[in-house]
């Protein structure tokens, strides 16, 4: 989001600088190969050694701030914009001339839950002393907003710019898999895709659709992703004797040809930010199942609710199906707990409704025209121009 963010202003005219904090990651750059090497050149790395503890980010906060504020102060900006919890407290510790819009991409009650107890501190101290500084804050979902502002009472000046996906996943969709992908694929198939983390609970979904496709023998769970997860997950599969029907398909480059491909598509996070993943499913014409967990899904599938209203069973939304949230930890027992049960009756409808699917098929494609690059960026765009202009001011 950052880069495409980067690359709206710089087509709008805008003097744009990049700033990473860590060398790792190696994101491909938006636009065409001029527009990309005209933004490759103003991305700065600010740390040449990635630290890799959260004691060892501390340490290294201070210099890193030193030659972020030096930065701000040659390039002459008007604005920093900052995404994620140690950008946003670096910006927030900045010079007071230059206007600061820091953007949280996660529900941040749930997130800090699963952050170790160093820096579940770090980040709650840094925001209580540091938010009033800030000229906007962003979040990209409105349940994540309102969340934040139950954590923090009487900070102001919040937004809200949902997350895009991006059209030219419809092309990637069309390519080609190997026969083994489609071999799983073939038939009824019901899909998910993330990392193979706790948070994700795939193990829930598993344990859902063993119990909703006993009857239906022909019937394949495919999970895209791979993790730290994947070994305990594997002997999930083994221990429900299913390790014919559901695949652990690690991870794809291309990860939409397999989801256009399936059935039905299922996210079973008990937490997310906003989930790209279900916004991609839809934008392929999936019909997709979620759990009504923070924050995002029902935003999605259910916008005319409160983005915090959650069911206690299965909701036929007007653009996807949304189950209980799942409980934090995974179930060890036997049977299965109600949010699993939710989940496991959601897949059993859908797959033995064709036409419940058609209904939720265009539904989606419906929806999802509502998070096209365009609209969002244009979004951010606006944002953007109001506070440099009240920054001139």
């Avoid at 915090?308 to 939304?317: L, V, W």
């Amino acid at each position: 989001m950052a880069l495409a963010v980067a690359r709206a202003l710089l087509d709008v005219g805008m003097d744009v600088r990049f700033y990473c904090i860590d060398p790792v990651g190696n994101m491909p750059l938006p636009g065409t190969p001029e527009q990309q090497q005209e933004l490759a050149e103003r991305i700065t790395v600010l740390n040449t050694i990635l630290p890799k503890s959260t004691l060892q980010k501390a340490l290294a906060f201070p210099r890193t701030h030193w030659r972020f504020r030096r930065l701000v102060q040659q390039h002459q900006l008007d604005l920093v914009i900052s995404f994620m919890e140690r950008a946003n407290i670096l910006n927030l510790l900045g010079t007071r001339k230059v206007a600061r819009i820091i953007s949280i991409r996660k529900h941040l009650s749930m997130a800090l839950a699963d952050k170790d107890a160093l820096k579940r501190s770090l980040v709650k101290a840094g925001y209580s002393v540091l938010l009033g500084r800030a000229d906007n804050i962003n979040l990209n979902s409105a349940e994540a907003a309102e969340d934040l502002q139950q954590l923090f009472p009487g900070i102001q000046r919040v937004s809200v710019i949902n997350n895009f996906y991006d059209q030219q996943m419809q092309q990637k969709a069309q390519q080609q898999l190997p026969p083994e992908a489609l071999a799983m694929l073939q038939g009824n198939s019901v899909l998910t895709c993330g990392r193979l983390v706790k948070v994700k609970r795939q193990d829930a979904l598993i344990r859902a659709f063993t119990h909703a496709t006993r009857e239906r023998p022909d019937t394949r769970l495919v999970i895209v992703g791979d993790g730290p997860e994947r070994e305990r997950l594997q002997q999930l599969i083994d221990r429900l004797g299913m390790q014919q029907r559901i695949h652990l398909a690690g991870f794809q480059a291309n990860p939409y040809a397999w989801v256009g491909r399936c059935s039905v598509f299922v996210l079973s996070s008990r937490s997310e930010g906003f989930p790209n993943a279900l916004l991609e499913a839809m934008a392929l014409g999936r019909p997709v199942i979620s759990a009504d967990c923070r924050s995002g899904p029902r935003e999605l599938l259910a916008p005319d609710t409160r983005p915090s209203q959650k069911t206690g069973g299965i909701d036929h939304a007007a653009f996807g199906v949304l189950t209980a949230p799942l409980e934090d930890r995974p179930n060890s027992g036997e049977t299965l707990t109600a949010a699993e049960l939710s989940l496991a009756d959601a897949i059993k409808t859908l797959l033995e409704d064709s036409g419940l699917q058609s209904h939720y098929r265009q539904q989606a494609l419906l929806r999802a025209g509502d998070f096209s690059r365009d609209t969002i960026l244009d979004q951010w765009v606006k944002l953007v121009v109001n506070h440099t202009q009240c920054s001139d001011q």
